[in-house]
């Protein structure tokens, strides 16, 4: 069974598109006999293990400007489908989710299948044995007409037919009827799955318009605390290296870069599914290969889910910058 998930324009009921997050969840039928009682599918959507917020933490896990403390983790969810035809031997189901209320937060996909009345090898054991035959003893002592003077010894005969001797007395029970729950292997969702080039930016040209910026960079009602960054090449955790969100994600991020920004400033404007902004400035040292990252934006909720968390915040820090930058431990 394998899942994966993607982010696509879907139509919706009035005609236009939306962006939404689609689930496609295959299993594959490896065997060398059919399913016939056909399969059953699970999915259920769970909040990252990572994503729990100290906010006791005034280091980092604080959004200056919130009233109360945010409930940003999303519910947990779930959905089941069926296939009841048969499914051949080599032959696989495709299931497709679209979920129409992803815009906040990361997630685990975990993926189950369940195969419907399969029928296993009973546990009982049958013994075969010999059934039990009298044994009669006959006299020779008496002559026979016509064989007069011929006295043959007392002998023993087991009287009884083969068919009795290979009877067997337990009794057959036929085969359990079960069913084969299997799980897949859990898909991480980031957060930054969510984010996009803001179009209230870049409504001219792929640069950006900087004053466009500048305004919405005062307005945000909500911030993070500053975030002290280093660069890659002076860590000495090498385990930074494989944390990002992917290539799309990075990509999105380069996209999203104010060109017009310049000196030792850097400056990125994201819009999310839902148009929530979060807008981010990277001011780097002169001296030293260290930055100092501010992210602003209007929803509490997004802004703590990506970089709430300590995992959360290392990945979308590494994915902004393009792997030059990590936040420090």
């Not at 598109?17 to 490896?30: F, G, P, T």
């Not at 399969?118 to 013994?127: A, D, I």
């Not at 991020?253 to 400033?265: E, F, L, N, P, Q």
């Not at 909720?301 to 300590?310: A, D, E, I, K, R």
Request: aromatic share 8%; net charge negative; hydrophobic share 40%.
């Amino acid at each position: 069974i394998r899942t994966y998930f993607s982010d696509m324009l879907c139509p919706r009921y009035d005609g236009e598109v939306e962006r939404r997050l689609v689930i496609v969840i295959k299993m594959y039928n490896m065997t060398a006999v059919p399913i016939p009682g056909g399969v059953r599918m699970d999915l259920t959507v769970e909040p990252s293990s990572d994503e729990t917020i100290d906010l006791n933490d005034g280091q980092h896990n604080a959004v200056l400007g919130a009233a109360s403390p945010p409930s940003f983790l999303p519910a947990p969810l779930s959905t089941t489908a069926f296939h009841r035809q048969e499914i051949k031997a080599g032959d696989h189901v495709t299931w497709t989710i679209e979920t129409h209320g992803w815009t906040n937060g990361g997630g685990v996909l975990n993926a189950a299948v369940s195969f419907r009345d399969l029928e296993s090898e009973s546990t009982t054991m049958c013994w075969i044995k010999q059934k039990p035959v009298p044994s009669v003893k006959t006299s020779l002592s008496e002559v026979e007409e016509g064989n007069e003077g011929k006295v043959d010894d007392d002998f023993s005969v087991g009287q009884g037919s083969s068919a009795d001797f290979l009877e067997s007395e337990a009794e057959e029970e036929g085969d359990e009827i079960a069913d084969l729950f299997l799980m897949g292997e859990p898909v991480f969702v980031p957060p930054s799955i969510v984010l996009q080039a803001c179009p209230l930016v870049f409504f001219r040209d792929a640069n950006g318009d900087e004053m466009t910026f500048r305004f919405l960079w005062t307005s945000m009602p909500h911030r993070f605390v500053p975030i002290k960054c280093s660069s890659f090449t002076a860590s000495v955790d090498e385990s930074h290296a494989k944390l990002s969100a992917g290539y799309a994600a990075r990509e999105v991020a380069r996209h999203s870069k104010v060109v017009s920004v310049g000196g030792y400033a850097e400056a990125w404007a994201f819009s999310s599914w839902n148009s929530k902004l979060i807008l981010c400035v990277l001011i780097r040292d002169k001296a030293n290969p260290e930055g100092t990252l501010y992210v602003r934006g209007d929803s509490e909720t997004l802004l703590q889910s990506l970089v709430g968390s300590n995992l959360s915040r290392d990945v979308f820090v590494s994915d902004l910058t393009g792997g030059q930058y990590i936040p420090h431990c």
